[in-house]
Nanobody
Framework: QVQLQESGPGLVKPSQTLSLTCTVS??????????WSWIRQPPGKGLEWMGA???????YYSPFLQSRTSLSRDTYKDQFSLQLSPVTPEDTAVYYC??????????????WGQGTQVTVSS
């Protein structure tokens, strides 16, 4: 049973860096053909895919966020992380990590974390 858990600060100041970590259990982020995504949902808006970390170590980014986004991973801990910098109040959202359904990378997911609210405010 795959489980994902987001962790990180819930409040970030404008111009600073948003950093979140997703811890995976019951699965491995290095599994062949697997990809693991970050998705966010601003208040009153739809889901926005941000990027994904693949089992072979490759990363994929939304073209809308690539310039501000960096994904990394720690394979020993089965963790993958998101950095978004610099942030503005428009980055306030609930942030999710999730496992991609392989044939629908970046668009559909089968296992999700519970989500974590991040507020960008001074």
């Amino acid at each position: 049973q795959v489980q994902l858990q987001e962790s990180g600060p819930g409040l970030v100041k404008p111009s600073q860096t948003l950093s979140l970590t997703c811890t995976v259990s019951g699965g491995s982020i290095t599994t062949t053909y697997s990809t693991w995504s970050w998705i966010r949902q601003p208040p009153g808006k739809g889901l926005e895919w941000m990027g994904a970390s693949a089992g072979d170590g490759r990363t994929y980014y939304s073209p809308f966020l690539q310039s501000r986004t960096s994904l990394s991973r720690d394979t020993y801990k089965d963790q993958f992380s998101l950095q978004l910098s610099p942030v503005t109040p428009e980055d306030t959202a609930v942030y999710y990590c999730a496992r991609d359904i392989p044939q629908h990378r970046g668009t559909r997911w089968d296992y999700w974390g519970q989500g974590t609210q991040v507020t960008v405010s001074s």
